[in-house]
């Protein structure tokens, strides 16, 4: 009697045939909208997505598998400071994942972790390949190793461009240029600088982009104006209270990440100042944080979630090749940033000056 049961749910449940038969397209093409492929066009992707919403139809895991070969394994590392930035980030690689039918293993790393180990316990989890978050996307250590063990691997938001490891990435010094250059524009020529991690390439080309811009503008570099950060809250205190605390302090200020940013605004608050009244406060990402205090950040975005399922689907589209023994040139994409103007840039207040000069 069960079997029957099962028999009738088998029969009446659509396929992937009949998803293929209501769009007009193949069932191959069916396979590839559902692993994600990028080899097909947006209105046949648009009529399957359609069919498969119209059917109610749930593919199963051969259905997934059908242009993808056995089960695949990927996995995520991540080391970040940054809880708004890792949320968006794993938004994207979970929606991707389960869009190409491969399974996703979220890993915790720290420094005090050594690489060895993490390599070994990849391969006790049958991890295929992996997506590198920064701060691991610029591990040297990491990168080799993954190599050595044959484990595949995409960096994302690193400031480097070429080389031999598969990455997704925006322009970070044309994205740093452009804020700059949109300060200048306002009218501030006494502009402070909040550096990121040493240990990110992505944080030399924003400070490339800010010294870039003031150049282009005429603009000294004062060294005094620029302090470290290590994109994390408590870094952007400190550092905003560095540059706040000078003689002549900047009129705005230009943080490499958002949790900087709004670190900068409370010290300012802290310090009596209106922002942006008083004092321009800019960030880089547009994370949820840049939403969430107030006034609102004005700030560069960086596509995180696009950029993390970008990522999700070059390593898959990478694994299956490599199953079908075909050789690729790594992949390295540079998707577009945008500069984002909300309610904390303003020009510089201009101030009488002493004795009515």
Not at 54 to 80: D, K
Request: contains cysteine.
């Amino acid at each position: 009697m069960s079997d029957s049961r099962a028999s009738r749910r088998q029969r009446n449940a659509p396929t992937i045939n009949d998803v293929a038969h209501h769009a007009g397209v193949s069932a191959m093409t069916v396979s590839r909208v559902i692993n994600g492929e990028q080899a097909v066009r947006p209105a046949t992707r648009a009529k399957v997505d359609a069919a498969i919403a119209a059917l109610n139809y749930a593919p199963s895991p051969a259905a997934r598998s059908l242009a993808g070969g056995e089960e695949m394994r990927i996995g995520l590392l991540y080391s970040n400071p940054s809880a708004s930035y890792l949320s968006e980030f794993l938004v994207g690689s979970l929606e991707q994942a389960s869009r190409s039918g491969v399974h996703l293993v979220v890993e915790k790393w720290d420094e005090e972790t050594a690489v060895k180990s993490v390599i070994d316990h990849l391969l006790r989890g049958r991890i295929d390949g992996v997506v590198l978050p920064p701060p691991l996307c610029d591990l040297d250590a990491m990168a080799e190793a993954l190599a050595a063990a044959n484990i595949a691997a995409v960096a994302v938001a690193t400031g480097r461009s070429g080389g031999n490891l598969a990455a997704v990435r925006i322009d970070d010094r044309q994205a740093a240029y452009e804020m700059t250059h949109h300060l200048i524009a306002l009218g501030h020529n006494r502009i402070g600088f909040i550096k990121g991690h040493p240990n990110q390439s992505a944080s030399i080309r924003r400070l490339e982009g800010y010294v870039a811009a003031l150049g282009d503008a005429g603009i000294a570099v004062q060294d005094e104006y620029i302090a470290q950060g290590y994109f994390t809250y408590r870094s952007g205190l400190d550092a905003a209270e560095q540059i706040l605390a000078l003689a002549e302090p900047p009129t705005a200020i230009f943080a490499s990440n958002d949790d900087m940013a709004a670190a900068t605004v409370a010290i300012a608050h802290r310090n009596g100042l209106d922002v942006p009244g008083d004092l321009t406060v800019c960030g880089f990402d547009d994370t949820s944080l840049a939403t969430t205090i107030w006034p609102e950040l004005t700030t560069i975005r960086q596509p995180i979630s696009a950029m993390s399922r970008a990522a999700v689907e070059v390593l898959v589209q990478m694994l299956r090749a490599r199953r079908s023994k075909m050789e690729a040139e790594p992949a390295h994409l540079v998707m577009e940033h945008q500069l984002i103007r909300r309610q904390s840039d303003a020009p510089p207040r201009v101030r009488p000056k002493v004795g009515g000069v």
